[in-house]
């Protein structure tokens, strides 16, 4: 039999050790968003973080993958091959930019991308807000906000 559930609901009465630790509950919120997400944004070819990265680079054009790197918590690898996956979706363009290097640009097609999954980020944003209620979206805001400022210095 397998000891692990297909779903991550609690059965038991006692509460587990890893309940009562924040990584764990982010982790675990973390997936069940992204459940969301996929379901909000079935019918694009974007993925979530396809989706930030082509708007990092619309926000930032000419950036280098390690530009776009130390904007975010992501490694330099993971966002050379998530841009790899926009430059084969040709919403992206790698340009020579003087003597900085390879600058990475949106393309004509990759704008339209980029304003389809900012409308479909929002619509997941709204999904969010709806399933949690006003207040309490409001207040998980406020703490991630703060808590990002702490973890990040």
Same mark, same amino acid.
């Given at each position: ?27 675990e ?5 992204q459940?969301?997400a996929?379901s909000?944004? $079935?019918? /694009?070819? !974007?993925?979530?973080?396809?989706s930030?990265t082509l708007d ?5 054009? #000419? =950036?280098t993958?390690?530009?776009l790197?130390?904007r ?5 690898? $993971?966002? /050379?091959? !998530?841009?790899?996956?926009l ?6 363009e790698?340009?020579?930019r #003087? =003597? ?14 980029r304003?389809?999954g900012?409308?479909?980020?929002e619509?997941?944003?709204?999904r969010?807000r ?7 979206y409001?207040e ?10 702490r973890?990040?210095?």
């Amino acid at each position: 039999m397998d000891d692990h559930p297909t779903t991550l609901t609690q059965t038991d009465a006692e509460p587990r050790e890893w309940e009562e630790r924040v990584h764990h509950l982010m982790w675990e919120d973390y997936v069940r968003l992204q459940a969301i997400a996929e379901s909000e944004l $079935a019918d /694009s070819e !974007l993925t979530l973080p396809l989706s930030g990265t082509l708007d990092m680079i619309g926000t930032w054009p #000419g =950036s280098t993958v390690a530009e776009l790197s130390r904007r975010t918590p992501k490694t330099q690898q $993971a966002i /050379s091959q !998530l841009v790899a996956k926009l430059e084969q979706a040709g919403y992206v363009e790698r340009r020579v930019r #003087g =003597s900085r290097g390879v600058g990475i640009y949106v393309t004509e097609a990759g704008e339209r991308a980029r304003a389809e999954g900012n409308a479909l980020e929002e619509r997941l944003e709204d999904r969010i807000r709806e399933i949690l209620g006003d207040d309490l979206y409001a207040e998980l805001l406020s703490v991630l906000g703060r808590a990002r400022a702490r973890l990040a210095a």
